[in-house]
């Protein structure tokens, strides 16, 4: 699939970015995003259904997107990742084996929980024991129910489900890995000044040197969100430690509304101030502190919790994004407190932009925000490596059935039309036959009034009523296609259709014309259909219906229906239709 959608349903604003990826880079073809309203999502789980799905229809009618199947990403307290080992299984086993033992690393109910996995390592353990390290993508039924039913009630189809931690590293690391590693984009702010590369301690700010990480190296990302801040520290595009935190940027807006008094809409503004040498915006800037220490306290500890596991590698630097990431003072603290270089990265930098015509300030905007679709809309950079996918089995089902119904739908318009122009070229050989007996005719006309001067036309006039008695003879064993067709379908009952079709001429000229005669036709037909008709209802009442609608009508024998197929409410059966002369072309006016 060239053309891919990552969607990602966050907590002030549904955001999505359709990706080529038939080129390379990968080009990105549109994005947008639409709002949403206070409460429609909470922690990441969708509160409000029909608000959710209200804004990606209109997300989808305002933004040009191409694709109607998306992979959507998960974030929140209900959509996790661990690590197991497990006693070596085939590829094809990891599933199975991990759904068993999930309940020792999974706080979700097994019945109540969507898992996918990724083979992480092979190795062997102290007593040579071969082992696999496992990482374990889990999300509760309810996280993924309500995300799975928001986006089909927009009319989209949900072709993957994953987690906004993989999607960031996706964002971040994608096609960076070169002879010295992984070494990240220029942030975006810098990319705009034109300036050399090195670590931002702040947006638009050159801070220290940054030099290539090499691949045994961790490197932690922080997405700071409206409503959530994830953590994922990840080694050579492998993710090692996820954790999402409750606090955001709508922390920093609820602090600067309350200590204000001020509507949260009007705080959000005053936020976007912050630095400015006025009274109200220095009383919002101290507001913030209390939020602003608190994230960055749950960020340093993140990272800190993650160095002290056992066999970890100190974290080598820290790329931030999201809106939430350019409040006042974040990046300059997150480095005073963690003692790690931070650097705002670009997710836009890993894409081809250049078919959009982005100004600066339209990258400004929409740089920050734009990680997470974009991830989702990656592959995985890692050669053998799959996508978590917590799709659930039923979702996968019902868009199985949707692609053979399209499938027989198709099938079904391609055999009409085939039948169709089979009897329209029927229908024109009679009526090409009909214009040259009407010819003739007139000839015999103009003859006649000069018989008595040219002997010949009289022979020419037998010639000519011979001919007439040979076509009325053919027309009389001739099937009218077109009548037939016509009247057929409304003697299908309701609730039956016609699958397959196929008609045949059993009269004189049967061979001339390539139609092979039945065996089993009478010797008053002058053709057979055999059609193969399917349905829902009770098998021998449609059947019954069948033989009675169509043996009502004088163009048609009574229909034989040797037997009747009926499987899980489908009712199947081949019905052999002898056609009677009154569908000859000679009953035909037009004739």
């Not at 702010?189 to 034109?194: K, R, W």
């Not at 961790?218 to 969100?225: D, F, H, K, N, Y």
């Not at 005669?517 to 008053?524: D, F, H, L, M």
């Not at 163009?555 to 040797?562: I, S």
Request: aromatic share 4%.
């Amino acid at each position: 699939m060239a053309q891919v959608v990552g969607l990602d349903i966050g907590t002030s604003a549904v955001r999505a970015a359709e990706l080529d990826l038939a080129s390379n880079p990968p080009v990105l073809t549109t994005y947008g995003q639409v709002g949403l309203p206070p409460g429609a999502i909470v922690d990441g789980e969708i509160q409000d259904v029909s608000a959710v799905s209200d804004a990606i229809t209109r997300l989808w009618r305002n933004g040009g997107f191409r694709e109607t199947s998306v992979v959507v990403g998960l974030a929140g307290l209900r959509a996790i990742t661990r690590e197991m080992d497990l006693p070596y299984v085939p590829d094809d086993e990891v599933d199975q084996v991990v759904r068993f033992q999930a309940e020792e690393v999974i706080p979700f109910p097994a019945d109540r929980t969507v898992f996918s996995t990724q083979v992480l390592a092979d190795y062997n353990g102290p007593d040579g024991t071969a082992m696999r390290r496992v990482l374990v993508a889990a999300a509760h039924r309810d996280l993924v129910d309500g995300v799975v039913t928001a986006i089909e009630s927009a009319g989209l189809q949900v072709a993957g489900v994953d987690l906004v931690s993989s999607a960031l590293v996706r964002a971040i690391t994608t096609g960076r890995q070169g002879p010295q590693g992984y070494a990240p984009q220029p942030a975006y702010a810098e990319a705009l000044a034109g300036q050399p590369g090195g670590v931002q301690s702040g947006f638009g700010q050159p801070g220290g040197a940054l030099g290539p990480l090499a691949p045994d190296q961790p490197e932690a990302i922080v997405s700071v969100g409206a409503g959530l801040t994830v953590v994922v520290v990840h080694q050579a595009g492998r993710p090692q430690f996820v954790r999402t935190v409750g606090t955001a940027g709508n922390a920093a807006s609820a602090a600067i509304s309350a200590a204000l008094d001020l509507p949260v809409a009007d705080a959000e503004g005053l936020k976007r101030r912050l630095g400015e040498p006025t009274p109200q915006v220095q009383a919002a800037e101290k507001a913030v502190q209390p939020v602003l220490s608190e994230l960055v306290g749950e960020i340093r500890n993140s990272v800190q919790f993650f160095a002290s596991l056992p066999g970890r590698a100190a974290i080598a630097r820290i790329l931030v994004t999201g809106g939430g990431a350019q409040l006042r003072g974040f990046l300059d603290q997150l480095q005073a407190e963690t003692r790690l270089p931070v650097l705002p990265i670009s997710p836009l930098s890993l894409v081809d932009t250049s078919g959009l015509a982005l100004s600066p300030d339209q990258v400004a905007l929409i740089d920050p925000v734009l990680a997470t679709p974009i991830g989702l809309a990656l592959p995985e950079a890692i050669p053998g490596a799959k996508k978590f996918n917590l799709v659930p089995a039923e979702v996968v089902e019902r868009a199985e059935q949707r692609r053979l119904q399209r499938y027989a739908i198709t099938g079904g318009i391609a055999a009409l039309v085939l039948i169709l122009a089979f009897s329209g070229w029927r229908f024109w050989q009679v009526h090409q036959a009909n214009s040259r007996i009407t010819s003739l005719t007139s000839s015999v006309a103009t003859l006649k009034a000069q018989v008595v001067q040219y002997d010949p036309v009289v022979r020419a006039t037998d010639a000519v009523r011979t001919s007439t008695t040979q076509v009325q003879q053919v027309a009389a064993h001739a099937v009218d296609w077109p009548a037939v067709l016509g009247a057929i379908g409304p003697l299908t009952p309701s609730g039956l259709s016609i699958t397959t079709f196929d008609g045949t001429t059993t009269g004189p000229g049967a061979a001339a014309s390539g139609s092979t005669a039945s065996s089993t036709a009478s010797p008053a037909e002058i053709g057979q259909i055999t059609a193969t008709c399917s349905g829902t209802g009770t098998g021998f009442v449609l059947a019954s219906q069948w033989i009675d609608g169509v043996g009502s009508s004088k163009l048609f024998d009574t229909p034989l229906v040797p037997s009747v197929t009926v499987s899980g409410g489908q009712v199947s059966f081949t019905s052999t239709v002898g056609i009677t002369p009154a569908a000859s072309l000679a009953h035909n006016p037009n004739y």
